[in-house]
Each structure stands twice: as C-alpha cells, then as structure tokens.
C-alpha cells in the first residue's frame, strides 16, 4: 500500500513536514500583523472646566471684508477705495485702527463673491499684509 510514511505494512506514521509548514505560515502571519499594528496617539485637546469658563475672556467679534464681483470691497458691509484702487489704503487704515483697538487676535475674515477675480483678492490680501493682520481666514459667500 501507497501511502504515508512509516515503512511498514499499513501502518500510517505522523508526517511532520506539513504540520512544521503550517507553523511557519501561522508564525510568520501573526508576527506580520504584529508588526502593522498602529499604536493610538492623544489629541492635544483641552476641555473646558467649569471654572475655566469664568476666567476665559469673550471672543473678540470678526471684521468681514467682502470682495463683490465688480471689485468692490466692504469692510463690515461699508464700502472702501474704489474698485479701480490697487493699494488700497483706506482698507488698510480701517485695519490697522481695528487691531489697535481691538488687538492682534481680532479675527479678520474675506468673503469674496464667486466671480470676483483673483487679483483682487490678492489686493484685498495685499492690504492686511500692511496693516499687520495676524489671524485671517476666508469664509464662503452666501
């Protein structure tokens, strides 16, 4: 009879071979995985406590700067300098009062209009470079 291993008459011995391959596979597969494991980081995120909410200060109030697709630019819904001005100063000025009076964190947003064009908004850029603008982000038109 053909068959397993041990030499004498059908008797069947323990094939050790293949149970020595499986082990490799199953070792070689979890030390695989062990090594794909990503650890967990921490969030650097500080909650508020209740007595933290009393010594916090009021947020100070946005400054909006729209850009209308014509280049017209309103600092808090009043027009400033004309669409043809490039420097833009009297946007610069209003700025640099504001952030005088209300400080560095004031935040400054621009909302330009969909079709209002690149370069204008790089003007509108331009003028809170100069007036020292340090907290400035975009928002969405609406």
């Known amino acids: 009879?053909?068959?397993?291993?041990?030499?004498?008459?059908?008797?069947f011995g323990l094939q050790i071979a293949?149970?020595?391959?499986?082990?490799?596979?199953?070792?070689?597969?979890?030390?695989?995985?062990?090594?794909?494991?990503?650890?967990?980081g921490e969030l650097g995120i500080n909650l508020p406590s209740t007595g933290a909410a009393q010594n916090q200060e009021k947020p100070a109030t946005p400054i909006y700067v729209k850009i209308s697709a014509n280049k017209q630019v309103y600092f808090?819904?009043?027009?400033?300098?004309?669409?043809?001005?490039t420097e833009l100063p009297s946007l610069r000025d209003r700025l640099k009062k504001a952030i005088q009076m209300y400080g560095e964190k004031t935040p400054v947003i621009?909302?330009?209009?969909?079709?209002?064009?690149h370069g204008r908004i790089v003007d509108v850029l331009n003028a809170c470079s100069g007036a020292g603008v340090v907290n400035l982000s975009f928002g969405a038109s609406s």
Do not use: H, K
């Open 1 to 11: 009879m053909a068959g397993g291993g041990g030499g004498g008459e059908g008797e």
């Open 18 to 40: 293949p149970m020595l391959d499986v082990m490799f596979v199953l070792m070689l597969f979890f030390m695989v995985m062990a090594g794909s494991q990503t650890t967990e």
């Open 76 to 85: 808090n819904d009043n027009p400033v300098d004309t669409p043809a001005a």
């Open 110 to 117: 621009i909302v330009p209009d969909e079709n209002a064009r």
